[in-house]
Every structure is written in structure tokens, then in C-alpha cells.
């Protein structure tokens, strides 16, 4: 339970002087320093040692699937893309309510990127659009080499019709799951549902490796590519020789460290952000106009970060004039990624649809998020937004139910 308003009025007062509310911040479990001190007094800094074979293994033994750790989920994408057999000139199909990481990994192979709506029960990609899409370039015989399925935010797209639509046409299914660490789809790990899935652990997401990411696939040969390419595709000789392009995209041994301890607390990370979002849901339940993003039936939405919709008719204010009166209060918030398509880099590509992430990009807002959000902090922005919505602010809140209630969901998937 959060303590009384007067905790809130404090932080209220106080603004001017206090630190700023950020959207999603680090959080440290604790034994993450060990790991990294123990990678220094043995001298593996670079990127070998065994906190990389370690933390691979113990990633790989919470998705069920073989994982390969690189610099970033950027470079991530960028491998799977090269291992679906993207080249220059090959067309490939990308969710457009996305960061533009997933299509920029797409340009690295000179392919094409074509771009998908978004389905507004979940705000990830349309299966029915991706259907639709493939029907009509199998008739003109222009299928797409690869799908980037994006799964936003830490809720997972439907990934059966998607699977199965692209195994239909044999359409490469590539998960970004950057934002989905820890998300299931049916019980099972985001990420892991198509061909080959990457992962972020950039200094925002719900665990971090400062910088860093993963790829993971059941394909065992697609693993030791990975590998191979991430280390400069160094062939075995006594010189350096070379007969394939790679790249310097290993995670470093100290940074593996970081993610050991991060791993250790991701189950106790996602109940904070879960019980964040639902505070908010909770905390706005009598205003009208500001809803939270859905949370599909089909899994668990870890909810990285709180995103919720802005009607302005009914709040009274449009979401960036909430953005702004936040802004002054001291507390960051952003909105939804801009689509793709509305990009001025991507604006001459192909789509299909883009009504639906267009009105999510211009009503969707992000609340800040981190795992160590303290309750009064959250209290505050709570009532900042409760004040500009013109109504009544909250003294305490009651946690204990949805808590509870939350608990036994995710005991049950």
C-alpha cells in the first residue's frame, strides 16, 4: 500500500529541487559487481571468457534454445537478417510500429523494407494484414525473402497465424524481441517462436548488459554462422585468414558478467513493471479518456514499459500537452515509436495499411517504468496526470488486490 497523499504533496513541493523522474533506468540486482570483478582479476575483459560461455548457457536454458551473445540487438538483427539470406534487392516485411533498429538491420543487407500495420487489440503486427500481404505478392510472384516480426514493449505478437501463414509461403519469421525479455506466448518464450529471435539488453530494457543483445535459434548451423561472423569470420589458420565478411559484434566478457546478475532477478523485474502498469491502470480506472495498452489473452505482457492511449476529447488535453505538463513537473515520458512509414527515411517504402500504428503513434504515451520506481515517485506522476485530467487527487492507493491477483496470473502461464 502507498502511504498517505501527503508523500505525494512533499514530492510536489519539492520538484524543483528533485531529481527527475526518468522513463526507464538501470537497476541492479546486487551480484552483478561480483561477476564483473572476477572478470577483471582473471584478465578476461575482452570478448572471451567464461562469464560469455556462462551467461550464453544460462539464456539458452531460460528460452530452450541455443543462444549466441553479441554487442548489441542491433547487430543481432542484422546476422539473422544474413542468415534468412537478405541480400541487395531483397524485399523483407517489418512491422512499421517499431524502433527503427529493425528496419535500419535491414537496409545493413541492402534489402528492401515493406511495412506492416498494426493490429489495434494488441499494437503488434496484423496477422490478417501479414495474410493478406503474402496473397498478393505470391500472385505476383514477388514474395518476401524474411519477416521481422516485432514484439512491442514486452507483449508478444500472435505468433501462431504468423508462423504458420509465413510457413505457407516459406517466408524466414525473424523475432524482435528486444523488447520482450522474459515475455511468453502460450507459455513459451518470445523470441523463440520462428526461425531465429534476438534480444535486447540496452540500458532501458528490464534487465541490462549496459549494452548488449542476443541471438538465439534452433537452427544449430545458423549458431555457429553467428559465431563465425560475430568474431571477424576468422577461418582456422595459424595467420589471419579470412574468406567471408564478419564483424567485431561479440559481447565482451565483463559486460556477460553484468547480465549473470541481471538474470538472476528478471522474474522479481517483471513483477515490479507488471504491478507498475496496473498501479497506473488502478490509479486512472475514474478518468476518462487514458486507457493502458491491451494486454493480449495469449501470454504474458511483462509491460517493459507503461504504455497508454489519450483520447483527447474525453481527457482534455492531447498526449503531448500531457508530455509537456509532465515535462515541467519534472518526470519524462515520450511517446509510442513513430511508425516506419512516417519516417523520412523509410517514407518512399512500400506498406500495407498504417491507419492503425499512426493513431497509436499520435495517442500513445509511455509513463516512466523502472523496476525501482519508488511508490511515491509513482504517486506523483499519478496525481500529476489526475491534475491535469481536472479531478480529484489520490491520497493512498490500494495495491494489495491487483498485486495479488497479478501473482497468481503469472503463476498460472
Request: charge should be neutral; hydrophobic fraction near 40%; glycine fraction near 8%.
Amino acid at each position: 500500500m502507498l502511504r498517505a497523499a501527503g508523500l505525494a504533496q512533499d514530492r510536489h513541493s519539492e520538484c524543483e529541487s528533485s531529481a527527475r523522474i526518468l522513463l526507464s533506468i538501470p537497476h541492479m540486482g546486487g551480484t552483478e559487481q561480483a561477476y564483473v570483478r572476477q572478470a577483471f582479476a582473471s584478465n578476461w575483459i575482452s570478448t572471451v571468457g567464461p562469464n560469455v560461455v556462462e551467461f550464453e548457457k544460462a539464456f539458452s536454458r531460460l528460452v530452450g534454445v541455443p543462444a549466441v551473445a553479441l554487442s548489441s540487438g542491433t547487430a543481432g538483427l542484422h546476422l539473422a537478417l544474413r542468415l534468412a539470406g537478405v541480400g541487395s534487392g531483397s524485399e523483407v516485411f517489418c512491422s512499421t510500429l517499431t524502433f527503427v533498429a529493425a528496419a535500419n538491420a535491414i537496409i545493413y543487407q541492402r534489402g528492401v523494407p515493406v511495412f506492416l500495420d498494426s493490429d489495434p487489440a494488441t499494437w503488434n503486427l496484423d496477422p490478417d494484414i501479414l495474410s493478406c500481404a503474402l496473397r498478393k505478392r505470391a500472385t505476383l510472384n514477388r514474395l518476401p525473402k524474411a519477416l521481422v516480426v516485432v514484439h512491442l514493449f514486452g507483449q508478444s505478437a500472435d505468433m501462431d497465424p504468423i508462423v504458420r501463414v509465413c510457413r505457407e509461403y516459406d517466408v524466414t519469421v525473424i523475432e524482435d524481441a528486444a523488447e520482450a525479455v522474459g515475455t511468453l506466448y502460450k507459455g513459451k518464450p518470445a523470441g523463440t517462436l520462428g526461425d531465429v529471435g534476438v534480444y535486447s539488453f540496452n540500458g532501458n530494457k528490464i534487465i541490462t548488459t549496459a549494452g548488449g543483445g542476443m541471438l538465439v535459434s534452433r537452427n544449430l548451423e545458423w549458431i555457429r554462422k553467428t559465431i563465425h561472423w560475430s568474431q571477424q569470420a576468422r577461418d582456422n589458420a595459424r595467420w589471419y585468414e579470412h574468406s567471408e565478411l564478419g564483424y567485431n559484434y561479440r559481447m565482451s566478457n565483463v559486460l556477460a558478467g553484468i547480465g549473470m546478475g541481471q538474470l538472476e532477478v528478471l522474474g522479481v523485474r517483471i513483477q515490479q513493471r507488471r504491478a507498475i502498469a496496473f498501479r497506473y491502470r488502478d490509479a486512472f480506472a475514474d478518468l476518462p479518456g487514458i486507457s493502458l495498452m491491451p494486454q493480449a489473452h495469449y501470454g504474458l505482457h511483462t509491460n517493459w514499459l507503461s504504455c497508454f492511449l489519450i483520447d483527447q476529447r474525453k481527457f482534455g488535453y492531447s498526449r503531448d500537452e500531457l508530455i509537456g505538463i509532465l515535462d515541467t513537473a519534472n518526470i519524462e515520458s515520450r511517446p509510442v515509436w513513430k511508425p516506419m512509414h512516417l519516417q523520412p527515411l523509410y517514407a518512399e517504402c512500400e506498406r500495407y495499411g498504417g491507419e492503425v500504428a499512426e493513431d497509436l503513434f499520435r495517442r500513445g504515451i509511455c509513463l516512466p517504468s523502472s523496476s525501482s520506481l519508488s511508490e511515491t515517485d509513482q504517486l506523483y506522476v499519478i496525481n500529476t496526470v489526475r491534475r491535469a485530467a481536472r479531478v480529484q487527487e489520490l491520497s493512498s492507493m490500494m495495491l494489495e488486490e491487483s498485486e495479488t491477483n497479478d501473482r497468481r496470473f503469472v503463476a498460472s502461464v
